[in-house]
């Protein structure tokens, strides 16, 4: 079993940033993908970005390109997203996820066997 625990959220204004963090613990063995969700108020969970086990391909939906980076330190077993120049609609939980079953860059939810309890991020003007 692994776990997971996000920290960095918070209150940010528009264009400021915040940085997310998610720690792995307990079993981490094999090429593990991981990736960024979030979910804003009656809205469905949606992608935000997303990293293999090697850490050299990235995805980021289109609503965060340019603006979020996602990043790995396997040494530290964390994984990072840093968000820059935030805008309203960023608001909502977000959570980071592992996928035991899949290397590469995995974009779908079913595809992820460990999620986090989330963290809320809330962007005010």
């Known amino acids: 079993q692994m776990q997971l625990a996000e920290s960095g959220g918070g209150l940010a204004q528009t264009g400021g940033s915040l940085r997310l963090s998610c720690a792995a613990s307990g079993d981490i063995y094999g090429n593990i993908a991981t990736g960024w969700f979030r979910q804003a108020p009656g809205k469905e969970r949606e992608i935000v970005a997303a990293?293999?086990?090697?850490?050299?391909?990235?995805f980021y939906s289109d609503s965060v390109k340019g603006r979020f980076t996602i990043s790995r330190d396997d040494a530290k077993n964390m994984v990072y997203l840093q968000m820059d120049r935030l805008k309203l609609d960023d608001t909502a939980v977000y959570s980071c996820?592992?996928?035991?079953?899949?290397?590469?860059?995995?974009?779908?939810?079913?595809?992820?066997?460990?999620w986090g309890q989330g963290t809320q991020v809330t962007v005010s003007s």
């Open positions: 996820a592992a996928s035991v079953r899949f290397s590469r860059v995995s974009t779908r939810m079913e595809q992820y066997d460990y």
């Open positions: 990293i293999d086990y090697s850490g050299r391909s990235t």
